[in-house]
């Protein structure tokens, strides 16, 4: 158990539906970044956010947006759904004390788009 | 600017023969290096990591990685495969980059261990 919380599981959806996906970091981590794993495009990052402002935008649509709330959590915004975005999104955060970029990763989200 | 090459998307050993798998790096500054293993339906985690004190970094599960900066290799080896090894591995690599840690992934490579 990495102590990232992801919620949910699983998810399914039809296309142009929205939904929001939860991350909880572990305790005291600061840092909470966001990908994208698909077959066909690996592993991508999203975004990163630092103590509730973004500090790193990766490969992210305009469709998608996420935030960092006062207490840590962060929550991941898809909207206007296509087949392409079913994929595993995955949660994780990084020690505060360690500036090495270690992660630990939440189990992921599966999302499926129909 | 900072990446990350995996050798081999797919990667088959017998079970019992040495596993090797690699990753080379591309950082203008110093990196740290991961290795990280992602069974299925789960999410990745920490197998080892460099971060600048020995070059030979042991991990988990008999796994072990050298740091060869002449090379800018950071391959992932263990001397005898088992089964419970079948798993997605992915290098990754943090470095510096416009005043935060930016860390970049390979695009993994999936080991198959035959019985």
């Known amino acids: 158990d990495s102590g990232v919380t992801q919620t949910p599981k699983h998810l399914i959806t039809a296309t142009g539906q929205r939904v929001t996906l939860r991350c909880s970091p572990r305790?005291?981590?600061?840092?909470v970044y966001w990908y994208q794993q698909s077959l066909d495009q690996g592993l991508q990052f999203l975004i990163q956010?630092?103590?509730?402002?973004?500090?790193a935008k990766g490969n992210i649509l305009e469709r998608f947006s996420a935030q960092q709330f006062p207490d840590l959590h962060s929550e991941l915004n898809l909207s206007s759904l296509e087949l392409g975005d079913s994929a595993l999104y995955f949660c994780?955060?990084?020690?505060?004390?360690?500036?090495?970029?270690?992660?630990?990763f939440g189990e992921g989200s599966r999302l499926t788009v129909l | 600017a900072q990446s990350v090459t995996q050798l081999g998307s797919h990667v088959s050993v017998s079970e019992g023969a040495l596993v090797l798998l690699r990753c080379n790096y591309s950082?203008?500054?110093?990196?740290?290096l991961f290795w990280y293993v992602q069974y299925p339906n789960q999410g990745l985690q920490l197998l080892l990591k460099?971060?600048?004190?020995?070059?030979l970094v042991k991990g988990i599960n008999g796994f072990e990685a050298e740091f060869k900066k002449s090379e800018t290799s950071f391959h992932l080896t263990k001397p005898s495969a088992h089964m419970s090894d079948a798993a997605e591995y992915f290098c990754?690599?943090?470095?510096?980059?416009?005043?935060?840690?930016?860390?970049?992934f390979g695009t993994g490579t999936k080991l198959q261990v035959i019985p």
């Open positions: 994780a955060s990084s020690p505060s004390w360690s500036n090495t970029g270690e992660l630990f």
């Open positions: 305790s005291g981590d600061l840092s």
């Open positions: 956010y630092y103590n509730g402002e973004e500090r």
């Open positions: 950082s203008s500054v110093p990196p740290y």
């Open positions: 460099y971060t600048s004190a020995a070059t």
């Open positions: 990754a690599v943090s470095a510096l980059s416009g005043g935060y840690q930016k860390v970049t």
